[in-house]
């Protein structure tokens, strides 16, 4: 069974930081490309960074580059995201994403909340 489990989310003040983890079982983690995504209520899904197979590169959102950083461990299937300098627009409900082999798999997300 296919599983996406992201963690890390939680209520954080403007400028500050959190690491967001999503943890895969059920499919060959290190074949897939992973995503992260972020949706606010009311507007589209908005992607937000990649990191190929194998860590070679990684690609970021206008909106979150500079910020934020994409990085997996194949040992542990895990993607992580780790967003620094936070701000109130980044509150939103944070999303992982497996693009590979069998297709597209989705996590259920965690919430960010960036308020003081």
């Known amino acids: 069974q296919v599983q996406l489990v992201e963690s890390g989310g939680g209520l954080v003040q403007p400028g500050g930081s959190l690491r967001l983890s999503c943890a895969a079982s059920g499919f060959t983690f290190r074949a897939y490309v992973m995503n992260w995504y972020r949706q606010t209520p009311g507007r589209e899904r908005e992607w937000l960074a990649v990191?190929?197979?194998?860590?070679?590169?990684?690609n970021y959102a206008d909106s979150v580059k500079d910020r934020f950083t994409i990085s997996r461990d194949d040992a542990t299937n895990t993607v992580y995201l780790q967003m620094n300098s936070l701000k109130s627009e980044d509150t939103a409900v944070y999303y992982c994403?497996?693009?590979?082999?069998?297709?597209?798999?989705w996590g259920q997300g965690t919430a960010v909340t960036v308020s003081s």
């Open positions: 994403k497996a693009h590979g082999p069998r297709g597209d798999f």
């Open positions: 990191i190929s197979v194998g860590s070679y590169s990684t």
